[in-house]
């Protein structure tokens, strides 16, 4: 389990005590054929728009820092995708699971160039063995953060070579896992005067728990409803 760990710095708030709400068993689970690579592709050059599932709870106030991260998924036998956890030290999302990203640079040409640039810092991800598909919709955290999900195709052949100043632990996730609903949990908390609604999809590996939550599985919830539309 992953309990030990700070999983937000907001004072008295644990998200693995805060109450399950809703789970969605009613929504039909994707099939392997909806997230290969082919139907991905297909997907992004239609352009459908879609509605995006509810996302975090924000303060419109609140002057917002731009991101981008890298929602990879890595072309095995089982396409999977690729998560870090964030190292425990770190002054935001500490020990939280987390596409690698962050903060868009001045220099950055783009926000695809940001999140492939991100990518290569955090886990040694090589820009040769990526292909960059599309974007999902931007996402508002609570932190102040505009962040843009870049969805790419990685191939199975690229190295994991981790930055352990950011990045305590590397992963893959079956999207078998994280586009059936029924593994995904809605939460709700009044915390301060906000409401507070965010999506996880706990994932056991080698005995261990990963909480995958917030902004994060608000992303893959997302990317869930964009194959499903």
């Known amino acids: 389990m ?8 907001i004072p008295g708030f644990d998200p693995l005590k805060v109450p399950v709400v809703g789970e969605d068993h009613q929504l039909r689970a994707l099939q392997a054929h909806e997230y290969c690579a082919a139907s991905i592709l297909q997907k992004f050059q ?120 950011e990045v305590a632990h590397v992963f893959e996730v079956p999207m078998s896992f994280l586009m059936d609903p029924s593994n995904h949990r809605k939460h709700r908390l009044e915390h301060q005067g906000q409401t507070r609604e965010w999506y996880s999809m706990p994932y056991k590996l080698d005995g261990q728990e990963h909480f995958i939550w917030g902004a994060t599985a608000s992303m893959i919830r997302n990317f869930y409803a964009f194959l499903s539309a």
């Open 2 to 9: 992953t309990s030990s760990l700070v999983l937000s710095q």
């Open 46 to 165: 239609a352009a459908q728009p879609f509605s995006a599932q509810p996302q975090l709870v924000s303060n419109p106030q609140t002057a917002k820092r731009e991101a981008a991260v890298l929602v990879g998924l890595v072309l095995r036998h089982e396409v999977t995708l690729l998560l870090t956890q964030r190292a425990a030290h770190l002054k935001t999302h500490s020990g939280q699971v987390a596409f690698p990203g962050g903060k868009i640079d001045p220099q950055d040409t783009s926000v695809e160039a940001a999140a492939l640039r991100e990518a290569h810092e955090e886990v040694g991800l090589e820009v040769q063995h990526v292909q960059v598909v599309g974007r999902l919709p931007v996402l508002e955290t609570g932190t102040a953060f505009r962040i843009t999900p870049v969805v790419a195709l990685i191939d199975p052949l690229h190295e994991i070579n981790f930055n352990a100043n």
